[in-house]
């Protein structure tokens, strides 16, 4: 509940709706949503990316699978406890193109099928 009054605050506070304010944090940090991949092996997978990003990485988090953070984008990929598939997840400081750029870069290496 704290939350959303912290919200209704910020929308009097600044006059927007919350349809403009969500607008604006999308604009400021672009995201791929939720990308599903089927995998033959999805650790073998995950430690692939891995190797091949950690060492320009400026953090690596193994928390939920496997975060990766640079300077101006990060990503997520885990496997679904769930389902046979690998889930990805792209987010950058405030530029789609680069976001959709390294989407596009982890979906070739991951490979598979979509989920």
């Not at 430690?47 to 640079?70: C, I, M, N, P, R």
């Amino acid at each position: 509940m704290i939350p959303w009054l912290l919200v209704t605050q910020i929308m009097s506070d600044t006059g927007k709706s919350l349809s403009q304010l969500v607008g604006e944090r999308m604009r400021m940090f672009p995201t791929s949503g939720e990308i599903n991949r089927r995998v033959a092996d999805a650790p073998a997978t995950i430690a692939a990316v891995l190797a091949k990003y950690e060492a320009q990485a400026v953090g690596v988090d193994h928390t939920d699978g496997v975060s990766v953070e640079f300077d101006a984008w990060r990503f997520n990929l885990r496997a679904s406890n769930t389902e046979p598939l690998i889930r990805l997840n792209v987010e950058s400081r405030g530029d789609e193109a680069l976001m959709r750029a390294k989407t596009a870069e982890l979906l070739e290496l991951i490979g598979g099928t979509p989920g």
